[in-house]
């Protein structure tokens, strides 16, 4: 099976190196941008199996890049994980509530975050099988 390809978006140094660093040691292969702008540019040219994205962001937050994605490549809307503080979760409660997209709370275990990937790659698999039949 190839290595799945995730995008991880956050601004915050520090936590994106712990996702780079968690998921690169459990073999994905990690792309890292610091915001949904960024993000965006790099799925333009990279074909992408799961993003996990900060919910609070400059420029473009993850409201605001699942708004570019439902426009431009709305089949990522299914692939999204989204991480955030729980003063970020209370101010995106609603967003969060409506998208049906997978959040965890900051700070984030190691294997909490990787078990949400692996059932996020497991169901799009799934996904991407049933389609197929």
Known sequence: ??????????N????????????????YDVDTAHNGREALEK???????LIISDVRMPEL??????????????????????IATPDSMEDH????????????TKPVALEELRAAVERMIGRNAR???NASD
Do not use: W
């Open 61 to 82: 937050d993850g409201p605001g890049l699942c708004q570019a994605l439902t426009a431009r490549r709305s089949d990522l809307l299914t692939r999204i994980i989204f």
């Open 93 to 104: 409660r609603e967003f969060l509530a409506n998208s049906s997209m997978p959040a965890l």
């Open 1 to 10: 099976m190839a290595t799945k390809r995730i995008l991880a978006v956050e």
């Open 43 to 49: 799925l333009d040219h990279v074909a992408y199996d």
């Open 127 to 129: 996904s991407a099988g």
């Open 12 to 27: 915050n140094d520090l936590v994106l190196s712990f996702l780079e660093a968690g998921l690169t040691s459990a073999g």
